[in-house]
């Protein structure tokens, strides 16, 4: 790796590429289809994990099974995914499926039960059919493998129908040591479910301290995953694990380490190629706009006008038909709740600057027209009026997202 | 006007049956086609009056004139409304082009400027054409009628695309006196201009005190106006405005008036009527849909629950499908930001309960789909944690609302 090159990405690279990861998937019939509808990631010892939820007060039976896990040692050896039912609003009962997920797998490899965390994704409200289950765990070891293939089922347990596979990864050299970051994704896309539940998966071989990895996994979510919106609803079953073996061999990782924020920026340079891979598929989408808002009083109230602007439903449409619509820009930044100044606002989409001192600027329509039918649109929003800064990403609103969302559940 | 009955509808009623109100309607060239596209209310006395305005930061130049001028004196003679152009983001020449309506409407009329409202609708960030909408206010007095004739040329002239004339009139009796409350309202349903602009106009022949009208427009916007939602998005523009005659010979209505709570309740059913026209109207809408939220913390959660169901794109499209998908009802619950107990909710969709105490609740999917398919859909939601209760209005989201939004604006 070159000097001053904080990291680089590893084509083909899978949550499998960091030393001590295995992964698989497999039918178990939780889907109709034949697709994988259960996937595991296993590491060959404890690794050091950290998980963020979701905001959602509903939270599926997992959540809660994975979080109690993880406060008693904060070390993983596995994740456990379903997809084809999210054991959701499913009661003290679907809290035992997902316990009962948890020590099976756990059972099967040989570890704590603590230290297996589940997640599952899909329709709301059903048991999940646990004799399917069960038979799927017992037959998922001899499915696991440290190469591509492994990671791609994995994938494709986690994807239903997502379009496209969200996986990525990066290395970058730590005291000498060669470490990787990667991770794997699963967002919107779901026909036949009934949410849009985001999942993600990180793994690394670096040794990192458990405080500063879940320090680390909480921030970089805040700007990633956190920063994406498809359409403004948040999932009962949204996750985010992050599990660390250390096999690379590099010294324990923290904030006092020298390399610290390099790792922490590949760490969240992966967060982010997911989270636009998410929002680029997201349901029925054809572009990923990226809204960055800098000049605002905070970094927090700049991601409320990100969101609000990337979360309207007039300019994702806007998006879709190639319109350079600033009014319903300035209008989103306008009733997004927190301070701006009215007569200060600039914008421009892509390199066109439309609006300046909140007046219009002349622009050549053809050429925002080519702009806007690009497959990523970028909008800039300069607020004028203080230093705090952020990016979020969304996707545009389109016939097939009202089609795959209108369709009927069965 | 039977005894106990709090007030009747005036079939064919509208905002010059009111004592006191002529109104008409015109073209003057802001539009591209031949409709109406200038329309004023008048009253022949300085009618005791009040507005609203959106909370957007962001206000076009009449929401400012207008404010200013009703802050003087509380009384109005006129409002002036031109459709085809909102005069947003147009700057001071804006703010000039706006006070110049106002003002050649008070000369043309031979009363105080400050006596005049103005409003806009349309096209964001071009100026006014002046020279047509001059033309146009020196040709309104002639076409100012106090027939329903007038008040149909006035709702043409704010309808732009909306496909609904929304218009109610409701009789009371006061002290012996029939009073009329009457209004009339534009919403969505534009596609030329950039923004869902929402307008409401109310007029009355009661005698009503000028704080009294101030507070109970408030309160009645709060709980009508306020409680709708087609896409969440506030325009730059919407401003609702309330014009009291007292022509109808009443004692002046107050908080201490024995008959306040009756009128108040005549006055919000006008508002509630027009914001339910507005949602069922919405952007591409096939159904209205009626959410209420009950057992909340507060008024004010079940207000944010009910507007962040009413507001989901998936619920709205799951509604547009017919598809009694509850999932997605509980999950715009849970991410309200209000406190619920998660285990608490119970849902129904119309008579169907489709969840109860959070769990799911087996039903007849035809019956469903016989109830989903009609034209008014409403979900009830109980928190059973406290007594708070709202009600929102919205639509289903469809094929339409997106080929509307992505439509290029020229």
Redesign the interface.
């Known amino acids: 790796m070159g000097q001053g090159k904080p990291f680089e990405t590893v084509p083909g690279g899978s949550v499998t590429t960091p030393l001590g990861f295995r992964a698989g998937g497999l039918h178990c019939g939780l889907k109709k289809t034949d697709r994988n509808d259960l996937g595991a990631i296993v590491c060959e010892v404890p690794a050091v994990a950290a998980a963020v939820y979701t905001?959602?007060?509903?939270?599926a039976a997992p959540l809660k099974v994975t979080r109690e896990g993880l406060e008693k040692e904060g070390r993983l050896r596995a994740v456990l995914v379903n997809s084809g039912n999210?054991n959701?609003?499913?009661?003290e009962a679907g809290e035992a499926d997902a316990r009962e997920m948890q020590e099976t797998f756990a059972r099967a490899l040989g570890v704590p039960p603590h230290q297996v965390a589940v997640a599952s994704t899909g329709?709301?409200?059903?048991r999940l059919r646990m004799d399917r289950v069960r038979s799927g765990i017992a037959a998922m070891p001899e499915k696991l493998r440290a190469d591509a293939e492994g990671a791609e089922a994995f994938c494709q347990a986690i994807l239903t129908t997502d379009l496209v596979k969200k996986t990525v990864c990066v290395k970058l050299d730590m005291d000498g040591k060669t470490v990787h970051v990667a991770g794997a994704a699963k967002g919107s896309g779901m026909i036949h479910p009934?949410?849009?539940t985001m999942l993600g998966f990180i793994t690394t071989d670096a040794a990192v301290g458990g405080e500063a990895l879940r320090s680390l996994l909480r921030q970089a979510v805040d700007v990633t995953f956190n920063m994406i919106t498809v359409?403004?609803?948040?999932?009962?079953n949204d996750m985010v694990v992050a599990m660390a073996s250390g096999l690379a061999g590099n010294d324990e990782l923290g904030p006092d380490h020298p390399d610290w924020s390099r790792f922490a920026a590949a760490f969240t340079h992966v967060c982010e190629e997911l989270a636009k891979a998410i929002a680029r598929d997201g349901e029925g989408a054809t572009k990923l706009i990226e809204v960055r808002v800098e000049g605002a009083a905070s970094d927090d109230d700049a991601r409320a006008i990100a969101k609000t602007v990337i979360?309207?439903?007039?300019v994702k449409?806007?998006m879709?038909?190639?319109?350079a619509?600033?009014?319903?820009i300035?209008?989103?930044?306008?009733?997004a709740g927190r301070p701006?100044d009215?007569?200060k606002?600039d914008i421009s989409i892509g390199p066109i600057r439309v609006?300046e001192q909140?007046?219009?600027v002349p622009f050549d329509?053809d050429e925002a027209?080519a702009y806007l039918k690009g497959g990523t649109i970028r909008i800039d929003v300069n607020l004028n009026i203080g230093t705090g800064r952020a990016v979020g990403w969304g996707c545009d609103?389109?016939?097939d997202?009202?089609?795959?969302?209108?369709?009927?559940?069965?």
């Open positions: 905001t959602n007060q509903v939270q999210a959701a609003c499913t009661g329709v709301i409200g059903e009934n949410m849009a359409d403004g609803d948040t999932s009962t979360g309207s439903s007039l449409a806007a879709f038909g190639a319109d619509n600033w009014g319903r300035i209008a989103a930044v306008g009733r701006i009215p007569a606002v609006l909140s007046r219009p329509e027209l609103l389109t016939y997202y009202v089609r795959i969302n209108a369709a009927y559940r069965t």
